[in-house]
Antibody, heavy 124, light 106 residues
């Protein structure tokens, strides 16, 4: 069964850090690009960051650039998101999503597998 | 960044209705557009990619069309399980999503 399972969310104070993980199974992980997408309470979907199959291409939304770092370990079939200098506006459900292609910039098809998400709450 | 604007933002319809949602891009994106369905408390589900290609397992009452800057998602005969929020997403550059269209029961 193709599956993505996120972990690492929680309640954190503004300015602190958190690291999210996503464990993939049921498909050849290093054939595909991967993404983090978030959804603030009652709001729409926001792409956060993406990474190509070999980590050679990485992108970030302007809202997180310079604060968040995406990475992957193909040997462990895992995706990560290091979140630093967290702000209240980063409060959201964070989804890990599999791309249908290997690259992240241009000529994309979409995200065909999603995890159930992990909740990040930033509050003092 | 490429902006996507969906219309309408809310739609009230009855079972059996034909429903059309429009997504407009701020610049041309060829056919690099996907549509997703999201139900409350659930992760998004890919319905259509490359503007008009139906994802495996998605019912044929869903269809997509368009290219360039204007795209549509059509549900030919709305079913009870189709009441949800729908998002378009462009993949011509780093991905962005439309603001969503909530389809509610009339």
């Amino acid at each position: 069964e193709v599956q993505l399972v996120e972990s690492g969310g929680g309640l954190v104070q503004p300015g602190r850090s958190l690291r999210l993980s996503c464990a993939a199974s049921g498909f050849t992980f290093d054939d595909y690009a991967m993404h983090w997408v978030r959804q603030a309470p009652g709001k729409g979907l926001e792409w956060v960051s993406g990474i190509s199959w070999n980590s050679g291409s990485i992108g970030y939304a302007d809202s997180v650039k310079g604060r968040f770092t995406i990475s992957r370990d193909n040997a462990k079939n895992s995706l990560y998101l290091q979140m630093n200098s967290l702000r209240a506006e980063d409060t959201a459900l964070y989804y890990c999503a599999k791309d249908m292609v290997a690259t992240i910039l241009g000529a994309g098809r979409g995200m065909d597998v999603w995890g159930q998400g992990t909740t990040v709450s930033v509050s003092s | 960044d490429i902006q996507l604007t969906q219309s309408p933002s809310f739609l009230s319809a009855s079972v059996g209705d034909r429903v059309t949602i429009t997504c407009r891009a701020s610049q041309g994106i060829s056919s690099y557009l996907a549509w997703y369905q999201q139900k409350p408390g659930k992760a998004p589900k890919l319905l259509i990619y490359a503007a008009s290609t139906l994802q495996s397992g998605v019912p044929s009452r869903f269809s997509g069309s368009g290219s360039g800057t204007e795209f549509t998602l059509t549900i030919s005969s709305l079913q009870p399980e189709d009441f949800a929020t729908y998002y378009c997403q462009q993949l011509n550059s780093y991905p962005t999503f439309g603001q969503g269209t909530k389809v509610e029961i009339k």
